[in-house]
């Protein structure tokens, strides 16, 4: 008798842990953020202009939610951390990043990890921020929604984050456009839903547009989803180039550049980037893309100071269609001092 009392204790205990567990995972299918294959985003109202002969400048930096500079680390880099201790170590960073931006005076910025409203950064709205500190119109693309990540110990908790493009250049449209998923349910329901920002700029005069496409391509997958992705912007790159438009596309590649190992890669056992090849682009692009200083650092621990103590990468850069003609292309060497990447600028001509 008191072994059955034992084994319906038990039994009852399983029962509970099951229901719970179905619970959270309704819970997280039900809520899931599950955008359209293309949105419209509004589009700001700047009101530059550009003609054919013009120059102009772009700079693409992953700011890291504010939250990733150099006395920082990351529990999927190896690391411990899921945010910095303090609101005052975000909010000084992002005065840093943006002194940065600032300092840059581009005429169009493609940022990556823009927290809205997250635990990871203390809630502030990074992208009113960024507005105010430039005093320049944005246009947002969210890529990473959720109630409550549920992992490590402690939880990530609530993110809603995105792409952030930037310019007071006369906007013609917007769209924020899915890219495959690389993550399968249930650990999709609580992911990144990555997208390309596209942005199409008028060229006066002519019924050519400038397309800007922001990007940020996966990075903690086996690789099938990265490949998938670049095949899909890909195939955006040749749809807008065969249109007779200007194309440039800039982000974080998550991969490194054919023939940029400047670099060397010294710790296997952590995060590796794969690399992008020349042969995967459409004909009539090419990579602009610079080494003079790495634009990505490996989260294992904090910043030494040096590229032989913490393993660095070249990540972040440029396609560009061969009707621009690249002026200048360069990584601004912050020292990692407020995320764990450095802008990359570009500077190119209509041609």
């Not at 840093?96 to 709205?125: C, M, P």
């Not at 397309?211 to 490949?227: Q, R, T």
């Not at 396609?319 to 990359?344: A, C, G, K, M, R």
Request: charged fraction near 25%.
């Amino acid at each position: 008798m008191k072994g059955k009392k034992i084994l319906k204790g038990i039994g009852i205990v399983v029962l509970c842990i099951v229901l719970f567990v179905a619970a959270v995972l309704i819970f997280y299918t039900v809520r899931e953020y599950r955008p359209k294959s293309i949105e419209f985003p509004e589009t700001g109202t700047g009101t530059k202009t550009l003609s054919e002969g013009d120059s102009f400048s772009v700079l693409t930096y992953n700011t890291g939610y504010a939250a990733l500079s150099k006395d920082e680390d990351f529990f999927m880099d190896g690391g411990s951390k899921v945010q910095p201790d303090s609101k005052d170590v975000v909010e000084t960073n992002l005065a840093g990043i943006s002194d940065i931006l600032k300092s840059q005076n581009a005429d169009f910025y493609f940022l990556q990890e823009v927290d809205i409203d997250a635990k990871r950064s203390f809630h502030i709205n990074e992208r009113e921020y960024y507005e105010n500190a430039l005093d320049m119109n944005s246009i947002y693309a969210c890529n990473f929604k959720c109630d409550f990540v549920p992992y490590p110990i402690p939880p990530i908790g609530k993110v809603e984050a995105g792409l952030l493009t930037m310019t007071d250049y006369q906007v013609e449209s917007a769209k924020r456009i899915k890219l495959a998923e690389s993550f399968s349910w249930p650990i999709k329901t609580c992911n990144l839903k990555r997208c390309m920002l596209e942005t199409r700029i008028p060229i006066e005069g002519t019924d050519k547009e400038l397309v800007l496409i922001n990007f940020h391509l996966e990075a903690y997958d086996s690789g099938e989803g990265k490949k998938m992705q670049s095949q899909m912007l890909a195939d955006k790159l040749q749809e807008e180039y065969q249109a007779g438009n200007y194309v440039i596309a800039g982000g974080d590649f998550n991969q490194t550049f054919e023939g940029v190992d400047k670099y060397e890669i010294h710790d296997t056992d952590s995060w590796v980037p794969g690399t992008v090849y020349k042969e995967d682009l459409p004909d009539g692009f090419d990579f602009a893309v610079a080494d003079n200083a790495p634009t990505c650092r490996l989260l294992n621990g904090p910043y030494s100071g040096n590229y032989e103590d913490s393993q660095v990468y070249v990540i972040d850069g440029y396609i560009v269609s061969d009707n621009l003609q690249v002026d200048q292309v360069q990584v601004i060497d912050t020292d990692f001092e407020y995320t764990d990447h450095q802008p990359v600028s570009l500077r190119v001509t209509l041609q």
